[in-house]
């Protein structure tokens, strides 16, 4: 409508599309020299007509347009995109991402004795949604919580399964994969029940893997920490287990564990196991079959200690205990005791009896003992325990079996 601006305006309109088209960084400029006189005219006109909102919407309009256009052309103005690659923030992401995904393919191909891998990996039982964007918050969290780092010194880029991280530490990749990790599952071979049921449950992974550091010639354990805190925050309800590819040490998952992640030696703690051992032993083992019989010929001793003890002294039992769909041998401390029942509460976390926890109140047949042990204030060792060292036995076996496989080394099961 302006016979000054009107004119200009349309030429700079039509000269941008133009060369947008001939994809020339020249229609850049002109698009935002158009929004630029766009601005002038609207502030002019605030200038000397007066105020008016849609003379003062018309200046905001032209600046965000203005800003716009930086943000979708800067990179391409700067050199660091392509016109076919345009909305790329930094092409180096790009590139960093192929090169990570050719790094893969060679790790794929590399012997993993001369290679280990720095990598921490959970276990799901379902899969993780995930884009750069969210893993980019789950950054921040775990390594700037003061929001004090910029883009270029960290960002994520990919999609699943795979995502690449550049921190000031060095670059990261992150799997995400809705498949177990294990070609072939170690859970049969997995002699502690709690890590055998996270192996049989879990159907998806999640791991933060080392790429390159930046932190010189230090040994690679100084990145763990760094691991463990997105590991933590990328953990949730459905994290079963963690797992160290490197070592093959495993533990299964829970608040302690989590907890441990931001130690001062979380290499050390995170397999530390939280749970007393849940251990398979075959029915017609001799060793369990004559420690068992032992523990029953003896429980007059446990009875006789049980009637003059002290209030400090620690009673307990191990029952098989049934639940309607599975049956497991636990410790229980004792409260009660009576000729052919043992009342008590649960001594450690079950694997799978129906809900129960820790602490739940239960009651057992006597004719269901399988061992048993007194725990006095300052004794040197407890009375009892005739089966233990029959479990620390196969135990280890399992552990031997399971380090001659590929998969997790069972040798961090609890003992």
Known sequence: MSPTFGPVVTVLFLAQAVLLRMRMKAGIIVAMLTYACGAAWFGWALWALGFNWGRAIGIAVMVFSIIGRWNK????????????????????????LNQAREQESNDDDADEENKPLTSIVLLRRSPKPLDDKILLEYLRDAWDEQRKLGEDDLFAVGDNPIFIIKSPQGMWMVHNHPRPYFDESPAPKMGELRLRKALEDHTAWISVDLMNGFLGDLPTDVYYPYIFRLIRELADEDTLAILRPETGQINVWNDEVAKSLGSTDPLEDFATPVHSPVITVPDDDPRMKAAVEEARRSFGTFREEWAKRDPEDTYIVKSGLRGEESSEMIWIEVTGLEPDFIHGTLANEPVDLDGKRKGDRVEAPVSDLYDWAILKTGADAPMGLFTEKIVHQVQREARGKATGTSGPDAATAPS
């Open 73 to 96: 052309f800067g990179d391409l103005l700067r050199g660091e995109a392509s016109w076919d690659d345009s909305d790329d923030k930094d092409e180096r992401r790009a590139m960093a």
